[in-house]
């Protein structure tokens, strides 16, 4: 038993939260609230949109009162170009990119120490919180960031960004 007890109090470990159903993800985008940076995501609009349907406008008023700003890269579709016609008052930058290429339907936002997994088609949540993690996903999130700018779907259809 010292032995076992010993494998688990190792330090500096990740700390990994697991959170289950609709409360579960209205949980993990509460914690994203005490962010002390900008947030960086990859967001499905439609899926959030359709699975937490009253819960985002409250969340979008609440992080900007907080002045937590984010860059979204969303795969295009209809949900994603209306989202992004309120980047300014939401304190968002986003960036479409081609949903036949590169779609995807989980979220994922990194912050602070944390990167927050929301799976919509799932329900279910998961907080990681480790810096050297978190370091890595900004590092690779900032990759993705900037070929997402220069493909934008908004560029090529001549819709503003």
Request: hydrophobic content about 35%.
């Given at each position: 038993?010292?032995?076992?007890?010993?494998?688990?109090?190792?330090?500096?470990?990740?700390?990994?939260?697991?959170?289950?159903?609709?409360?579960?993800?209205?949980?993990?985008?509460?914690?994203?609230?005490?962010?002390?940076?900008?947030?960086?995501?990859?967001?499905?609009?439609?899926?959030?949109?359709?699975?937490?349907?009253?819960?985002?406008?409250?969340?979008?008023?609440?992080?900007?009162?907080?002045?937590?700003?984010?860059?979204?890269?969303?795969?295009?579709?209809?949900?994603?170009?209306?989202?992004?016609?309120?980047?300014?008052?939401?304190?968002?930058?986003?960036?479409?990119?081609?949903?036949?290429?590169?779609?995807?339907?989980?979220e994922i936002n990194i912050y602070?120490?944390?990167?927050?997994?929301?799976?919509?088609?799932?329900?279910?949540?998961?907080?990681?919180?480790?810096?050297?993690?978190?370091?890595?996903?900004?590092?690779?999130?900032?990759?993705?960031?900037?070929e997402a700018k220069r493909i934008?779907?908004?560029?090529?259809?001549?819709?503003?960004?």
């Amino acid at each position: 038993i010292p032995e076992l007890k010993s494998i688990h109090n190792v330090t500096g470990r990740p700390k990994i939260m697991f959170y289950e159903g609709e409360e579960g993800l209205q949980r993990v985008y509460e914690d994203t609230l005490s962010s002390h940076e900008p947030i960086r995501g990859y967001a499905n609009v439609e899926n959030m949109h359709t699975t937490l349907p009253h819960y985002f406008p409250e969340y979008f008023r609440r992080r900007t009162e907080k002045g937590i700003a984010i860059r979204g890269i969303f795969p295009d579709d209809a949900a994603a170009f209306e989202r992004a016609t309120h980047d300014k008052e939401e304190m968002r930058e986003s960036t479409i990119i081609p949903a036949d290429k590169y779609y995807f339907s989980p979220e994922i936002n990194i912050y602070d120490d944390k990167i927050m997994i929301a799976s919509w088609k799932e329900k279910l949540g998961i907080i990681i919180q480790s810096k050297e993690i978190a370091d890595a996903m900004k590092s690779i999130y900032e990759l993705a960031w900037s070929e997402a700018k220069r493909i934008d779907v908004r560029k090529q259809t001549k819709i503003p960004t």
